[in-house]
């Protein structure tokens, strides 16, 4: 994968909603663990799943900040 392709794949990550994110994180797992893969191409998809699981864990962050703003405006 050259370059170019690994910022617009990183690019295109930062978009993902948390679903959309979580929905390709399992398709990737599910590859990895069919076994049908070569050594480059799981390589490649570690790669992006640690993308997409940064991702996750950054939505999931900021839903929780938001909730706490909520929870103390409440109070």
Do not use: I, W, Y
Not at 11 to 39: H, P, R, Y
Not at 52 to 57: A, F, G, M, N, T
Request: proline residues 0%; contains cysteine; negative net charge.
């Amino acid at each position: 994968m050259s370059n170019v392709e690994k910022g617009e794949q990183q690019q295109d990550v930062k978009d993902l909603s948390f679903e959309a994110a979580l929905n390709a994180l399992t398709g990737l797992v599910e590859k990895l663990e069919s076994g049908q893969m070569t050594l480059e191409e799981s390589v490649a998809s570690f790669e992006q799943g640690v993308q997409l699981s940064r991702r996750c864990e950054s939505l999931l962050d900021h839903a929780e900040q938001r909730l706490q703003v909520l929870n103390e405006q409440g109070e």
